[in-house]
């Protein structure tokens, strides 16, 4: 007996490390030093900074790929895996430096693992970090044949006097809610619980326009790192972020807020997507359930004063996204932290 009858194919993994190699290596910063295939990622802080400070971040796609692997979409989840990383470390104002991933299957299939890759490094670009390693671990008996799971790892930079923390939002301050993509990476375990109640397929559609469901359920999530880095070039005083993921905005949105204050949120102020309604009806979901499990349309938030706002909006509107005056900061009515007022409790 041998490894590849044992169920690991040594030649497939390094047929899959050489189509790889050029998407891999598209992603590299100047900064990198080396190159693919040591036995770990080297790469300096880039030059100037005074007092860095490094962010970093650990995140997966959850059971969204399940979906993926049943429908053979498996380019999204590689950016979907990026952007649950990188959405979170820019929320602290950092920019990306380098993104490891590690992919676990019961089988290497190549063809797929590397469509996986290949969206990890479309993400990685477009978040302006380097693709600086990763590990595939063929582990036969543990994963089914033919199923993968990704985790990814981010660090970002960022000067030690400009970090973002949302320490000077104050009372008064407003709130901005930017577009999601869909329902991103949280909430697919329900998600897939209301396809099967709705013996929804790929053939299924949604909403006015008809549109496949399927398609829609597995658009990546959105990046949204050109659009902080647009932000903090153009000096708005941005006073706090928060990536709405797993919990929806009454979740995440208070994370950023320091002790004593509230956000009040007008869901009005954006429409509601047709994907989350179809959602709720197919699902008979409550209310309160669906804010407290999707992101409903806004992906990011930011938080700034009032003179900002019409600044910040038309810098989202000329990145081609859609974004919303969705709420402001109010005093809490005691000394505990954050909440959210508005929405469903």
Excluded at 202 to 228: H, K, N, R
Excluded at 241 to 253: D, V
Excluded at 295 to 308: E, K, Q, R, S, T
Aim: hydrophobic letters at 40%; glycine letters at 12%; one cysteine or more.
């Amino acid at each position: 007996m041998d490894y590849k009858t044992a169920g690991v194919d040594v030649e497939a993994g390094r047929a899959f490390v050489g189509r790889i190699r050029s998407s891999v290596e598209a992603t590299f910063r100047p900064e990198v030093v080396g190159g693919l295939g040591g036995f770990g990622g080297m790469m300096r802080l880039p030059a100037g900074m005074r007092r860095p400070l490094l962010v970093s971040g650990t995140d997966g796609v959850g059971t969204k790929l399940e979906l993926a692997q049943d429908h053979g979409q498996h380019h999204n989840v590689g950016i979907d895996l990026v952007a649950m990383c990188v959405n979170d470390v820019i929320t602290s104002g950092a920019a990306p430096l380098f993104f490891l991933d590690y992919m676990a299957t019961g089988a290497l299939s190549p063809e797929a693992m590397a469509q996986v890759v290949e969206g990890i490094a479309d993400g990685c670009r477009q978040s302006g970090c380097s693709l600086l390693g990763g590990e595939t671990a063929e582990m036969p008996g543990f994963y089914p044949a033919g199923r993968y799971d990704l985790a990814g790892f981010c660090v970002a930079v960022v000067e030690e006097d400009e970090v973002i923390d949302g320490r000077t939002i104050q009372a008064g301050d407003q709130i901005i809610g930017i577009t999601s993509n869909g329902v991103h990476s949280n909430g697919f375990s329900l998600v897939r619980r209301v396809l099967a109640m709705a013996n929804a397929d790929a053939s299924t559609t949604f909403g006015p326009e008809q549109l496949p469901l399927v398609d829609a359920l597995l658009a990546p999530t959105q990046l949204y790192g050109e659009l902080v880095k647009s932000l903090l070039a153009a000096q708005l005083p941005i006073h706090g972020m928060a990536h709405i993921t797993g919990g929806g905005i009454p979740e995440n949105l208070p994370r950023c807020l320091p002790t004593g204050l509230r956000a009040r949120i007008s869901p009005t102020n954006w429409p509601r997507p047709e994907l989350f309604k179809w959602l709720q009806q197919n699902g008979e979901i409550p209310e309160r359930d669906l804010w407290h499990t999707f992101n409903m349309g806004i992906g990011f938030c930011l938080v700034l004063p009032d003179h900002a706002v019409s600044q910040a909006l038309s810098l989202c509107q000329s990145l081609k996204l859609s974004a919303w005056q969705i709420g402001d900061v109010q005093t809490a009515a005691s000394t505990s932290t954050d909440g959210v007022d508005g929405l469903p409790a």
